[in-house]
């Protein structure tokens, strides 16, 4: 379809159905800049939490749609393509993760909002990578820990606070695609850049950088540090909304073990979003995210303890 078509008829229906997109910073530039909102997990978390909209369109991934409609059981929420999965989300399995808890029934669950209804069902807190440092400290430190699914962002958060948390052996495919080869080699070639990482990726990627955080937070890093030039380990979406915000700024993505003609690494979970995807969720109203009541009133507790923190 014609994009000025799309673009013209997404509008359209936003104002017609009273409907908000809520975009992450991963998906497509004309996703990014036909959303109303672009977010990082927490922000997107909070912006579904406060939103007047009867419907609620996320551009992301499942587990991001699922935690809107957690947050709105009221609202319509819609994700583009129910394919949109995330390698987090689908690698800690619900049955088995009960099993851990069982195995140590005093530790406190925290786990990263990049997880499924059921496992935030079986937490305590949920965090994102913006406050997951600022939840584990407002644990008791006497408090034994549980932290899933990410066990390099739980490895960070482990030298960050000085606790050790148990740590469910899951990973995002994104953020450990990374060579440190070829980052240190793009580094020598650019010794006045400074290197930013997102703590999903591996600890020698986490040790070269200058500058740790969540997406949100390397974004302001980047436009408010008096350096010109970036290396930036995460997914290539944030690279469009760096080139608006920091025009001035180069800005060089951390090259992947598969360096051929993308040197940066791409989540295909959020790809798989298109802008006539978008166009036919908003227009059918379909596929619609729903979860069982019993489920939600559960998942929903250890979400409203994060945001009420944050």
């Not at 979003?273 to 908003?282: R, S």
């Amino acid at each position: 379809m014609d994009k000025l078509f799309l673009i013209s008829e997404i509008n359209r229906l936003k104002q017609e159905k009273n409907a908000i997109i809520l975009a992450h910073y991963y998906q497509e530039k004309d996703i990014q800049d036909i959303a109303d909102f672009v977010g990082d997990s927490l922000e997107l978390s909070k912006k579904a939490a406060t939103t007047n909209a009867d419907t609620i369109v996320f551009a992301g991934v499942y587990f991001m749609a699922e935690t809107a409609k957690i947050i709105n059981p009221n609202k319509k929420v819609l994700l583009p393509d129910l394919n949109a999965g995330c390698s987090l989300a689908d690698g800690c399995d619900p049955v088995n993760f009960k099993k851990l808890k069982e195995l140590f029934p005093k530790h406190v669950v925290v786990t990263y909002i990049n997880s499924s209804a059921e496992i935030k069902a079986l937490s305590d807190w949920v965090c994102t990578s913006s406050n997951a440092k600022k939840i584990i400290e407002a644990i008791p430190q006497d408090q034994e820990i549980i932290f899933a699914p990410d066990k390099n962002l739980g490895t960070y958060l482990k030298k960050e606070t000085n606790r050790d948390l148990l740590l469910w052996d899951g990973s995002c495919i994104v953020h450990e695609a990374f060579s440190l080869d070829k980052l240190i080699e793009i580094y020598n070639t650019n010794p006045t850049a400074k290197i930013v990482a997102h703590p999903e990726s591996e600890r020698h990627i986490l040790e070269t950088a200058h500058y740790i955080g969540s997406t949100s937070g390397m974004l302001n890093f980047i436009k408010n540090d008096s350096a010109t030039t970036f290396i930036v380990a995460t997914e290539a979406g944030i690279l469009h909304q760096l080139a608006k915000d920091a025009p001035t700024k180069t800005i060089i993505p951390a090259p992947s073990h598969e360096d051929n003609t993308c040197a940066c690494s791409e989540c295909a979970f959020m790809k798989i979003n298109t802008l006539e995807k978008l166009y036919l969720c908003l227009k059918n109203e379909s596929p619609e995210i729903n979860i069982n009541e019993e489920l939600r009133l559960e998942a929903i507790k250890p979400i409203n303890r994060m945001l009420n923190l944050s």
